[in-house]
């Protein structure tokens, strides 16, 4: 069941222009995100797909401002809230995470401290970010949000072994809100759950920004079935590239990148707009990114490649209102 409706306004929160981060090792630097660029408006829920190893986790950190060692932050510019983030130093970039953009990570439930309650956890994390706020002020600002979300304040003075995964995930990411950041970027929330704790936390991301608790949020994930359910618009990444962006809809009804493509075929749900297709599957690998291909880097798995392909990289190119995509069939449109 589609749980998503339009509610994507017109205002930018976020900007990401030509963005390359890259990973340091012994043997080279690992061109992980290389030249991204998207813009995210205000009420929009944007999904950001791929397969594992495409960019998209590491997309995820650069544009909240974390380049933290071994990933290092080549070239580009990232505005958030008209403030480029990548001016900023990397104390003052630590001030606005929470209030300006922040990041739910994989796995972020293991971040809570099995021995200390969830109300510790939540003022423990505010007064990082705000010095002088007391604890009164900080649980009164945390059971209100509670509440506004119908989820019981109760949970504040459980220990994290009393809550079941789905609860533990769901407590972080209201603590992620409390200070109202323009964008939350949460990195595969539903991964280790089981199919109606996923539904229950995709219904929570979609109301705290339906509710304007947030402006904005890009929702990462493997799996284009849950983002399908939630998302109003697509990236699709592959090999540190966007390769094809798209209102929702039209990705999956009408994918153009060979690479959408073969993504949207692998979907096994009962969704009628999936079960009626023929299961497909990708051949070979994705390039190796210490030391990735001239032209299209999906060139040895696709399809419908050619010389022009091998030799030169397709840009991102509008082709019709709203869809983009990097693919020389589409060097004159659709």
């Known amino acids: 069941m589609n749980i998503k409706n339009s509610i994507e306004g017109n205002n930018a929160i976020l900007k990401a222009i030509d963005v390359r981060g890259y990973y340091k090792t012994i043997r080279g630097y690992v061109k992980a995100v290389d030249g991204c660029s998207l813009t995210v408006h205000e009420g929009a829920i944007i999904g950001l797909a791929g397969e ?9 950190k650069l544009i909240i ?18 403030i480029s983030i ?10 606005v995470w929470g209030s300006l953009a922040t990041m739910i990570p994989q796995y972020s439930m293991n971040s809570l401290n099995p021995v200390i309650k969830i109300s510790d956890f939540i003022v423990d994390t505010l007064k990082q970010h705000l010095k002088d ?34 609860m533990k995930q769901r407590v972080v990411i209201v603590a992620s809100t409390l200070l109202n950041p323009s964008v939350i970027v949460a990195d595969e929330p539903t991964s280790a759950l089981d199919v109606s704790t996923q539904r229950a936390l995709l219904e929570l991301l979609y109301k705290i920004v339906k509710q304007r608790i ?12 849950t983002l399908y359910q939630i998302s109003n618009y697509f990236h699709i ?47 070979g690998a994705p390039p ?30 509008e082709v019709k209102p709203g869809r983009f995509v990097a693919c020389w069939l589409y060097k004159n449109g659709v």
């Open 65 to 82: 401002g974390y380049s933290k060692p071994p990933l290092r932050f080549i070239s580009g510019r990232v505005e958030v809230g008209g």
């Open 133 to 166: 706020i007391s604890r009164k002020d900080i649980l009164e600002k945390a059971i209100q949000r509670f509440n506004e979300l119908q989820l019981s304040p109760s949970v504040l003075n459980m220990y994290p072994f009393e809550l079941s995964g789905g």
């Open 214 to 225: 947030v402006k904005s949020m890009i929702i990462i994930s493997h799996d284009i079935a």
């Open 288 to 317: 190796n990114l210490l030391n990735p291909p001239t032209g299209c880097r999906f060139y040895h798995r696709c399809p419908y490649a050619t010389e022009k392909c091998k030799r030169d990289e397709p840009p991102l190119l």
């Open 52 to 60: 594992s190893g495409s960019g998209k986790s590491t997309l995820g």
């Open 237 to 283: 990444m592959y090999a540190g590239k966007i390769v094809e962006s798209s209102s929702t809809e039209e990705l999956i009804n009408e994918p153009l990148h060979p690479y959408t493509k073969i993504l949207i075929g692998a979907i096994t749900t009962p969704e009628p707009i999936t079960r009626k297709k023929k299961l497909v599957s990708v051949a």
């Open 86 to 95: 990548y001016n900023l130093s990397w104390s003052e970039r630590r001030k």
